[in-house]
């Protein structure tokens, strides 16, 4: 069974630019996370979408937005990007909702410059 | 609001045990979960243990959760250098798969 596929892995983009990473979930799981992972705040919680609706939203600035699609693959996007948004995005998609047992992806590494 | 602690670093020999602790503030935390993570890889489900239970062991590993103490520790025991990684403890009250998870200790192990 494939694991959490998420894309690009690698980004570089300037200041003021807007991104949009893309995730696969394991084939059957309905729910999609997004975690942002910095070496000062550590693991924070973005977003979560079931059903393509979303159930929860971390303390992030409406510049971060997400959406899923009827076949679970989920976006998110960050738009007027700042240095600050450099970090390590991670998916995790979950067979249900309320489970906990998050399967992450590898993520996607955005640097802003 | 919700806070989880968790040592930065601890340094084991292989064959030893290794014990990893966790704090956390909010008593209404329903699930505590660990998980790891390995240089450029995502994080990694170890094991979880919900609120009314006291203990929980798969394998090598021991969870064990003190509640009125809001403290949380895994155990490996016959630690590996396969086992040096990053290890997260998270908590979770219900609301989705949302989680909070503590800043990460890295277990290092030497040969």
Redesign the interface.
């Not at chain 1, 738009?79 to 996607?108: H, Q, V, W």
């Not at chain 2, 601890?10 to 979960?33: A, H, M, P």
């Not at chain 2, 090598?60 to 509640?67: A, F, I, M, Y």
């Given at each position: 069974k494939a694991g959490?596929t998420q894309t690009p892995r690698y980004l570089i983009k300037t200041r003021g630019q807007q991104v949009t990473l893309s995730c696969s979930p394991i084939s059957g799981h309905r729910?999609v996370?997004w975690?942002q992972q910095t070496p000062g705040q550590?693991?924070?919680?973005l977003f979560?979408y079931?059903s393509e609706t979303q159930?929860?939203k971390?303390n992030f600035p409406g510049r971060f937005s997400g959406r899923q699609f009827s076949n679970s693959r989920s976006e998110m996007n960050v738009s007027t990007l700042e240095l600050g948004d450099s970090a390590l995005y991670?998916c995790?998609s979950?067979l249900e909702?309320?489970?906990?047992?998050?399967?992450?992806?590898?993520?996607s590494r955005l640097t802003v410059l | 609001g919700e806070d989880v602690e968790q040592s930065l670093f601890l340094s084991v020999r292989e064959g030893d045990s290794s014990v990893i602790n966790c704090t956390y503030t909010d008593s209404s935390s329903t699930?505590l979960?660990w998980?790891k993570q390995e240089p450029?890889?995502?994080?990694?489900?170890l094991t979880?243990i919900f609120s009314n239970m006291d203990m929980k062991q798969d394998q090598r590993l021991t969870v064990l959760l003190n509640k009125k103490d809001k403290h949380l520790s895994l155990r490996i025991a016959d630690t590996q250098t396969g086992d040096s990684a990053i290890y997260?403890c998270?908590e979770?009250m219900?609301?989705?798969?949302?989680?909070?998870?503590?800043?990460?200790t890295r277990l290092m192990v030497k040969p």
């Amino acid at each position: 069974k494939a694991g959490v596929t998420q894309t690009p892995r690698y980004l570089i983009k300037t200041r003021g630019q807007q991104v949009t990473l893309s995730c696969s979930p394991i084939s059957g799981h309905r729910s999609v996370s997004w975690y942002q992972q910095t070496p000062g705040q550590g693991l924070q919680f973005l977003f979560e979408y079931f059903s393509e609706t979303q159930r929860n939203k971390g303390n992030f600035p409406g510049r971060f937005s997400g959406r899923q699609f009827s076949n679970s693959r989920s976006e998110m996007n960050v738009s007027t990007l700042e240095l600050g948004d450099s970090a390590l995005y991670l998916c995790a998609s979950s067979l249900e909702k309320n489970t906990g047992e998050l399967f992450f992806g590898e993520g996607s590494r955005l640097t802003v410059l | 609001g919700e806070d989880v602690e968790q040592s930065l670093f601890l340094s084991v020999r292989e064959g030893d045990s290794s014990v990893i602790n966790c704090t956390y503030t909010d008593s209404s935390s329903t699930y505590l979960y660990w998980y790891k993570q390995e240089p450029g890889a995502g994080l990694q489900l170890l094991t979880y243990i919900f609120s009314n239970m006291d203990m929980k062991q798969d394998q090598r590993l021991t969870v064990l959760l003190n509640k009125k103490d809001k403290h949380l520790s895994l155990r490996i025991a016959d630690t590996q250098t396969g086992d040096s990684a990053i290890y997260f403890c998270a908590e979770s009250m219900d609301a989705g798969n949302m989680l909070t998870f503590g800043g990460g200790t890295r277990l290092m192990v030497k040969p």
